[in-house]
């Protein structure tokens, strides 16, 4: 790096910065909750100390092989014999090759492709036709083989062309190894054990839900599915403040010691806004499985709080300028904008009571949820497919897609509750409270319920004695 070749690299090094630059961008625009301090984007970056940072990992790297290199040479040495054994069997070296063992056929792991039958798969190895009658005939009593689905893993020991094994799994806690050898098959079946890992996590909302529980450890599936526990209580991706916290009790299911897939919430705490909001998993005695808060009521409502996973609200329910018709309405619903195509969900369990064009409202569904209650979703771009007047639809079913039809100036969906036939705000409704579980049933819930609880107070408990400790500390000072 001598200055006298700079000439030369002057093009090349700016080339490099401004590459550097983009990606930096880049990578801020697709992480915005990484910024920090963002407030001011005209700020230079410190090309010099990553110009330092980079120079201290090389003259790290140059010192840690000058250090290393010659020892990794003596531990070879070590293992390579002295040239005077080399040049003995030299004189025959045919000999000398054929002794040394082949090594030995590798496993080769495929996953099923969409659409790839079994004879496919074992066309694209090269195996033949023999050898898969020969997997039918040995998996034909469980019929295990006939049933591929796309991502399946498969593996075939090959020696020279010849199948040797292959095994595959037929479900989670199984894997088959079928052996072939003289035209015969050998299966054996092995149990693969699954375990559920209890994780506990806690976090507090500074930019985004995502970002907290990401820190806390919690994967994304888990952050959707502690969205989905709470979605009658908390819209989690509009309702979110800085400074709200959780902690949420959930386990990960592992196979022979690898971690397979998320599992389930067990027991969630959120505090929202000073609002205090429990969740717990329970399994009834006939198996039905659902969420409960600490006093045993079911947290599931007879809606939804909005018929859109992710939307904006782009109008509210109440009086307003009405932008077609330039004059003063009760605009009856909420309006929530979202990407043209996204799904509608039907808010509630019901019966469809209007399904088509109504004037204004375009393409148009209302649902009558209860006896008094009553949902409408205009705009939409299609209806879901199989639906008519008369139909029963549950809550959550995808009822139609969003769109601009009729009276609108952008793709949203205009929702609207309605209490025997007078409109409400859909956003501030407040659905009659959930019974809570039977006697009976909420001792056992109780029982079940207390250790988890008593897990989550643990945790706050700390959570408080620390930060009190961080101001004492302060205050200290
Ligand atoms: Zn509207």
Redesign the pocket.
Known sequence: MTRGTSDTRVPRRQAMRRKTQRMHHHFYQRYTEWMHGSDDPAAPMHWKRERWILAAAALTLTVLSALVMPVWARAMKSDVPPPSYVQIPLAVPVLASQEQPAPPAQWQIMHVQPGQTLSGLFESRGLSFADLKLALDATKKSGTLHDLHPGDEFAFLVDNGVLQAMRFDPDSTHRVTLRFAHGAVTRQVQTRTLERRVHIAHGVINSSLFGAASRAGMSEAMVVKLADVFKYDIDLAREVRTGDSFTVIYDDVWRDGAYLHAGNILAAEFYNRGHRFTAFRFQKPDGSIAYYSDDGRPLQKALLRTPLKFSRIS?RFGMRMDPILHSMHL?A???LAAPTGTPIHAAGNGVISIRGWVRGYGRYIRIRDTPAYSTGY?HMSRFAPGLHVGSHVVQGQIIGYVGQTGWATGP?L?YEVRIHGRPVNPLTVTMPKPKPLPPKLLAMFKTRMQPMMARIDTVDANVRLASRMASDHLQAD
């Open positions: 109008s605009h619903g909420v309006d205009g949203h205009h």
